[in-house]
């Protein structure tokens, strides 16, 4: 008891609080000094449009001189309701084009970048007005790397201009800010040399309220999430910018949350801000009156200092940067945090969203499970902090596994609901209903830059594309094309496929990670999808068969005439090149052979995986030996390529759509149809259909989806897309997400949960938005607006049959008119009598009559019936005329009659022997 | 119990005594069953007859458990058989007022049979907070009143058929012909308390009510009765009480099944009983069985203890199923 009362407590403090930031947010919205302009759209809207005016002055004779002086437009297409690792697009305007551009723009080296629009994401709140320690500063924004926070200079002899360098003549400094070393640890580490004559240090303070100071290679101490430029880790998320000639740029931002990096701990009670920085070089004083003379440069050499400091760029505005080292320093992004740079700063809220950790805090009954399909994530994400928060609903937890495997317990009743889209082969031993739950899909995700190094914003792919891919029948490796004889006239890899340059022109490389497909190595409904969709297309199809494409590609041929669709994917290639599995070449391989082309599709477990891979370009292909001591073969093994340099990139992924949404993905365009006309040897798309996820799409999918009794779903035929003229404009990825629960069996208070997660599936978590508890985008609204209320419907049926446990199914076809009454049961589709199975009344011979009223004879025959349908207005009313029963009327005095009958006979037949011989 | 009336006779004929003792000496009940043994089978005496016949002792025996089962049935379709349906009445209305209170009573879609729907109020009928199950079988109303599953339910848009019985398990039904035009009807269900008003009452070839608008609500209440000496006890037409809502209907989930079996229309029986009633009779031979043999090794008192009990709970059963296949309405 008094535990409980304690937990209440929590959740009231932990509302409260997710209230008051809301407020305060709102609050700080309005209140931040350096925004110029409010958010376009009202403060209910996530998307944050500031501009600014940003200024370079000089200092001349104690006078403050603009001499540069841009409007800048900053957008940020999501500001609420963030999640960790979340992709939000941010584009900018009016700014100066940066020169000198480094094509990573996450990397330590892309500070070299001159004019770059520097984004950061910083912790605190950007005003005055808040206590010290919760002032967003500097210090409190994020950088991976020593060197983005850290300068020292040598005060060369000989190399004058360096002497004085451009930070310390920056006249918006503070004093102190302009000495000779700034912001040192008091005592200095030992690891950290000797200091050289000048430094400014830029410390990190992280939330625990532990300061890293960092310094010339971070020997005074970084934070442990610090660790540099590393192709096997994730990149980090400060962002150097690139603005082009025209003053606009855009990217993607990874925001974080204490979840990714504790040591900023950005979340839902820690207020953070996305900070850009648009570099416009340091306003110089290099008089510097007012400071100590030791501070202020020697005349000998303020000429040349000065010089340094009111420079420009060094390369010409867009061009590409060697990152050695030749920028001007003074307009480089490695003094974004300077004074001059940092007062220019455009500062943009977050609020993070509540996180289903908050459920385990509440510390309310133990979470109810649902196990299942990935494709739920994002959504489950948003609904479990809702669901644990909110009194009338309950603790709830989406346990991610296959959904073939989420069946299978269900099934043998190791869980109580799953998230499935396709039926239970053979059924459930209870009855178990599918209630819709959410509408989403597969997207074939892509990271592809073209051959002059620009992310590729569309793709299109037809689905022998994809069964190329999948089936290893690139041979990736020349290698492998010439040794491999099956392979020798296939293309090295996708982009080199005459098929693939038709429909995306202007993409070429040769990583072998062009040669596959990103998938998954277990059983999935999506795989089921995804090889129903390249079954259903005649010329996919063929090629499996074995025919050739028209530019003579085969098929591998331990692939030739496979079954689809399939669960999982099978890697059967068993081809290995022994030129390349040599020592020094590939140690790995050449001690432990195995095929070759598996470990380049190397398929991995969840859909999670692929969409990280897919959001930083990691490819997972394990064809890269490590061994831990060069040369030793022990406790060597088979890695992954690593992220792909932006540029050359070339990535193709399958993941969910909501995830692609959420990681801010590309989604390729999948082919629907092809024009009879199309020509089979096709040099570009004319003639044939390609549609990309979007509400429009998916929706032309769900209206081609039809119910189908016998399973209770409404299965989307991959045939049917292709062979109807609606389905043209269908995405084929679309899928239903059910949530399966029996409707017989399960305690009582169990179904009455599943049966409010059913209620509020059909309901409020339809409603579109970041928010906890609302549907994100990836998913179609499940409503009758958006033209789907008859599986909203179907579900808040389910709900009543998941509470009731009496073992009900309910039919499939509901009328949206409101029950039985104006339309006459006649006009049903009958599929009823499949619903209610199990039920014992129904005898042996018994023949089902035909619905109420739909007597076409006019023969009132079944007595009420003719009333009972409601009134079929063909029906004129006639006379009563019901079955009388002989039975009815005679049984109970038939057996009074029998009773009597045998009961006098008995005695009767003693009597009359005993009458006979007395005679 | 077959089994021990067929043993009978040769315990009967053996245990006669020739010379039977005087009368004041015996107690009573030794004295009235001497008397009947006597009359059924005279003593045997210097006159007496010679045994009977094996068939006679067949024919007389298995006459005389006819009208023993016979009789049986009759006192359990209308007597006992109404405890069965209180004790039941009892269970579903602990069942449904919880539902009610949960508000998760069933009121849309496919309903299993055998679950209470609604609880029905008609004074002028003697019905006092009857629940109605879902189903019109014969086996699912041995419950109680059973609502046609092809019919909206109370309170929504269309026609409601309730069917009762008017004999057997109770008749809940048996005063609901006598209902008169204008006297309310309540029905509770999930959605809501409906009050209902009767506009008639028809038989086979009375007209038919008018045509029902489509948001207009119809209770049509089924039994069966029977006239003149029928009356009470065979009940061999149906009836039909038609009663309409006042107020607003309320929205109907799809999802209703649009069919129904044939075993499920007024006036039919219940063919799904026949497989457990084998079952059970295979179940009384085993009991019977076992009573013979307790009787021959434990003892006639003890065979009686330990037997009838459980020979009662199976008759019970057996005649419960095979009222399954009278008529619904009865």
Redesign the interface.
Known sequence: MRRRRVSRSRVVALVAASVGLTVGLGGALVGVPTAAGAPASGGTSSVVTLSKTVTRTVEASGKSKVVDKRKVTLHVAQTTGLRDRQEVDVSWSGARATGGVISNENSSTAQQEEYPFVLLECRGVDSTHVPAKNQLSQKTCWTNATTERFQEDYNTVGDATTSYPPWRLDQYASKAQRAAVVGAPKKRPEDCFDPAPEEYWVPFDAVSGTVYPGGPNGCAGTAPEAVGDNTQSLPSNETFGATQTNGRGSTKFDVWTTDTNASLGCSSLVKCALVAVPVMGISCDPDAEGLPASDRPPSDEISDDTKACEAGGSYKPGTLGDGAGHESPTVSGALWWAASNWRNRITVPLTFAQTSDVCSVTGQSAAVDVYGSELMTQLTEQWAPKFCLSKSLFNFKHVQTEEPEARNLLATGGIDAAFTSEPQGGGYPEPTVNAPTAVSGFAVTFDVDNVEGRPVATLKLDPRLLAKLMTESYPALTDIQTGDKALSHNPLNITEDPEFQALNPGISTSSQVAATLLSLSSESDVMYALTSYINADPEARAWLNGKPDPWGMVVNKAYRGIKLPLNTWPLLDTYEPKDIYQPGLNDCLFNTPVPYLPLVAAPVQRLSQISLAMQFAIANSQTVCSQPLQGVSAGEKLISIGRQNPGFRFMLGVTSIADAQRYRLDMASLETQTAPTASAKFTSSAGRVFVSPTDASMKAAIDLAKPDSATGTWPINATTMRTTPAGAKAYPGTMIVYTAVPTKGLPKGVAADYAKLLRYAATDGQVRGFGNGQLPPGYLPMTKAAGLGQLASYTTRAAAAVQAQHGALPSLVGSNSGGQTGTGPGTGSGTGSSAGGGDGTGGGGDTATPPAGSDKTGKPGKGTTPQVAGSSPATSPGTTAAASSSVAGTALPALLGLALLSGLLAPLIVRLRYWRRAR | MTTTETSRPTTVSGDVSPNPAPEQQQPRWRLIAGRVRH????PRGGDA?PP?SAL?TT???A??M???I??W??VY??GLSAIQERSAQHRLYASIRQ?LA?E?A??????????PIAVMTAPEAGLRRVVVVE?T?A??MRDGPGH?Q???LPG????S?VMGRS?TFGAPFRHVASLHVGDPITVTTGQGVFTYTVTDV??????????????AS?L?L?T?R?SGW?SG??????V?V?ATMKGH?Q?????????????????????????PLVLWLQVLLLVAAGVVWANARWGRWQAWLAGAPLVLVVLWLISSETLRL??N??
């Open positions: 009359w059924v089978a005279p007859l009977p006679a024919v007389v025996t006459l005389a006819l009208s023993l016979a009789i049935l009759l379709a209308i539902s949960e998760v069933p009121f849309g879609g496919a309903i299993e049979p055998g679950t189903g079988t086996g699912v046609q092809n019919t909206a929504q848009a269309g026609v058929v004999v028809r038989g086979n070839g009375d007209p038919l009510p008018p045509t029902l608008a489509a948001t119809r049509t089924v069966s029977g029928r006890w065979a009940p061999g037409s149906p039909f038609d209907v929205p109907a989930p799809s999802g209703r099944p649009t069919t129904i079996a044939t075993s499920a229309t007024e006036m039919h029986s219940d063919t799904g009983g026949l497989v009278l008529p309405l009865v």
